[in-house]
C-alpha cells in the first residue's frame, strides 16, 4: 500500500515496531553447551530467537509502555536514540521483520527439533 510516510505510524495496527525488544548476542552459538543454554532461555514467556545476516539475537516479545491509546509515542521528544534511528520509509507495516530472517525460533520445540538437527548425538542431555 502508497501511504504517506508522515501519517503511516498512525495507521499502523498495533504500532508493530514498538511490540518487542532485542538483544544481539554477540558471539554465536557453538557448542551443545551454547544451545542448551539458549533453550533455557527460550523456555520463558516471550523469548524468542533468530539468526539475521549471520548474527544471533534473543526478542523478547512485550509492548513498549510509552504506546498512546492512539499509536503515538508517549514520550516522543525523549524516546531513545534507537528509536529515533527507525525509519518507516520501509517497515513492519510494508513486511514483518521475521520474512528476512535466516532462522526463527519462536518456542522451545522449535528449537530442540534445530538442535537435533545440527548436533547428530544431540541425546536426552547435551553435555
Ligand atoms: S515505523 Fe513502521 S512499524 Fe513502526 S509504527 Fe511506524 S509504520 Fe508501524
Ligand atoms: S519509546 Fe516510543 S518510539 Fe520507542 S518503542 Fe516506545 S513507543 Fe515506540
Redesign the pocket.
Known amino acids: 500500500m502508497d501511504i504517506k510516510t508522515e501519517i503511516k505510524c498512525f495507521r499502523c495496527p498495533g504500532?508493530r515496531?514498538?511490540t518487542y525488544t532485542t538483544e544481539a548476542l554477540g558471539v554465536a552459538p557453538r557448542s551443545k553447551a551454547d544451545f542448551d543454554h539458549l533453550l533455557w532461555q527460550i523456555s520463558h514467556q516471550g523469548v524468542e530467537i533468530y539468526k539475521d545476516e549471520g548474527d544471533w539475537y534473543l526478542m523478547f516479545r512485550g509492548s513498549?509502555?510509552?504506546?498512546?491509546p492512539d499509536g503515538?509515542?508517549?514520550?516522543?521528544e525523549i524516546?531513545?536514540q534507537?528509536?529515533r534511528d527507525?525509519e518507516n520509509h520501509w517497515c513492519e507495516y510494508d513486511a514483518p521483520a521475521e520474512d528476512g530472517f535466516e532462522l526463527h525460533f519462536k518456542n522451545h520445540a522449535e528449537l530442540l527439533d534445530y538442535c537435533k538437527t545440527r548436533f547428530k548425538k544431540w541425546g536426552k542431555y547435551p553435555a
Open positions: 504500532t515496531c514498538c513498549c509502555e510509552h504506546i498512546l503515538a509515542c508517549g514520550i516522543y524516546r531513545p534507537i528509536c527507525y
